[in-house]
């Protein structure tokens, strides 16, 4: 066997096209020698550092992730694997439910009984779940992100129906109240309910909530589809969009009115502001 080899000879071999050898070399991510001429050639060591390659990027890692693992050495490596491994469990427990529930509506079916409906709403909420979870993820820590899975996990179909239906409710209060003064005391009791109710989302996990956070103030810019998840998740209508989008932003708002005028007011009381003027002189 010959230690050297042009593109096209290189490609035959490790069966991978032309043009991706040309884009590795493009990126740096896989260089090979230069003849005088120009000539790409390849050699044995290249093929090891392209089973590398192949290897993190069967595991999901982008290309420019890879060029920098295999550049910083085996420590780095190790790190995004221990990545890939928790976000390759997920995937496996998000499917394992999946499989569960598909199983239990299929004996329903085959007993010739009703298929319970509630069977069919976890099919469907387990497989829209999966786009969803990929999504959010940019906006946690690794461990929160592990942690808000293992979360989920453990948080019973019952429950989670309950809240979606007491936000559900909740919503359609505070549309029913939306004239109110923020600082009044019927408004600051919803206020109070929502946030009690968002507490439910992240179990108290300080991780969880800041992950949470950063993704509500970014549902603007979610792609559509989790958009329209969010829009059905408070009972509004994805199909009118325009229309529950500005329904959404009017509750958003009476939230944040609410908060901003029990924030100053603390503020104000903290440093002795809401006495009277002449107190202060």
């Known amino acids: 066997m010959s230690d050297t080899y042009r593109i096209g000879e290189f490609a035959e071999l490790v069966g991978v096209p032309v043009r991706a050898l040309h884009h590795y070399d493009r990126i740096g991510l896989l ?155 019927a408004a600051q009791a919803l206020t109070k309910r929502w946030l009690l109710l968002a507490e439910t989302a992240h179990g108290g996990n300080e991780g969880i909530r800041a992950g949470g956070m950063e993704a509500w103030k970014d549902r603007l810019n979610w792609p559509p589809a989790q958009q329209e998840w969010l829009l059905a998740s408070f009972g509004l209508d994805p199909q009118d969009r325009t229309r529950s989008m500005h329904r959404m932003q009017a509750v958003t708002r009476f939230i944040e009115n609410a908060i901003g005028h029990k924030v100053q007011s603390s503020l104000r009381g903290l440093y002795g502001l809401d006495q009277p003027y002449s107190d202060h002189i």
């Open 31 to 185: 260089k090979p020698q230069r003849s005088a001429s120009g000539t790409r050639l390849y050699h044995l060591k290249d093929l090891e550092r392209l089973e590398q390659i192949a290897a993190l990027k069967f595991l999901g890692i982008p290309l420019q992730e890879i060029k920098l693992l295999l550049k910083h050495g085996p420590l780095a490596l190790i790190d995004s694997l221990h990545v890939q491994l928790q976000a390759l469990a997920e995937k496996r427990r998000l499917i394992d439910r999946a499989i569960v529930a598909i199983e239990a509506a299929e004996r329903v079916i085959r007993a010739g009984q009703t298929t319970d409906a509630s069977i069919l709403r976890k099919i469907i909420e387990v497989i829209d779940m999966q786009p969803q979870e990929n999504f959010m993820r940019k906006y946690y820590t690794e461990q929160a992100w592990t942690e808000r899975a293992q979360l989920m996990e453990h948080t019973p179909a019952e429950t989670r129906e309950r809240n979606r239906q007491a936000w559900q409710q909740l919503f359609t209060e505070i549309e029913a109240a939306i004239d109110l003064d923020p600082a009044s005391e």
